[in-house]
């Protein structure tokens, strides 16, 4: 069956649309435990939240979507909880590469990725080899994934630069900074969207997140669907960026 496109809703303005959306995907433990579920079926659910929001993204017009989906400090985790989201990755990518090539979805991976199990950096590798081409919305995966070690990241090759004369300290701006970073192909974003209404960063895009408005709402992942998604679009249609200025 064709996939129908789902129009814009009508009271949101497509000239005042974020172009970039990030999101930190909180609460599927919460929501599988609420269910009496074990908390892995809470990520297998978030799984589905995620390609909704993405297809919904895309037919929107949004050209940018990043999903916090590992970070560094989830390893911390009970050890079958890691297991089983490395391997659900894995099989996601496996699964939704199609789909993914008939929506024109353009995937990739940011974070520490050579730390992964190797057989899920090789379903990486082909995913975003097999979308470079295409040319719907830029999906970004961040995956042991930490703000901080990024930013030390960029630091360190521009410093290397720096070191074998090729480049000048007083050359370095926010320009030059922001194409060291993984999401040097991608603008910063413009709305963060966090659920289970935690007020946090959690060391997500730090240096890309400046300017960004946040949204947090008290869903959790799972339930997050087009009508929260449209909820948050109003929200931010309401705000006012001055972006420093008055
Ligand atoms: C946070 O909820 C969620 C995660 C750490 C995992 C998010 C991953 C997915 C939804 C899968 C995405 C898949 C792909 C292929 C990108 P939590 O476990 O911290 O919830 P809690 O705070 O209620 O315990």
Redesign the pocket.
Known sequence: MPTILQELPSDLDQDRLPRHVAV??????????RKGLP?IM??????D??KGLLRCCNDWGIQALT?????TE?WG?PHE?VDF?MT??ER??VR?LQEMMKENVRIQFVGNLADLPRSLQEQIERSMQETKNNRGIQFT?A?NYGGRQEILHAARAIATQVQQGHLQPDEIDEALFSRHLYTANVCDPDLLIRT?G?MRLSNFLLWQMAYAELYITDA???DFDRVQFHQALSAYQQRDRRFGKV
């Not at 930190?24 to 435990?33: C, F, L, S, V």
């Not at 809470?42 to 799984?47: I, T």
Request: no cysteine; proline share 2%; charged share 20%.
């Open positions: 930190i995907m909180d609460g599927n433990g919460r929501w599988a435990k908390r809470g990520h297998r659910q978030g799984v939240a995620l999903a916090y989906a590992f970070s989830n985790r909880e989201l659900l990755f996601v990518l939704e995966v995956t289970s935690e959790l992942w799972p």
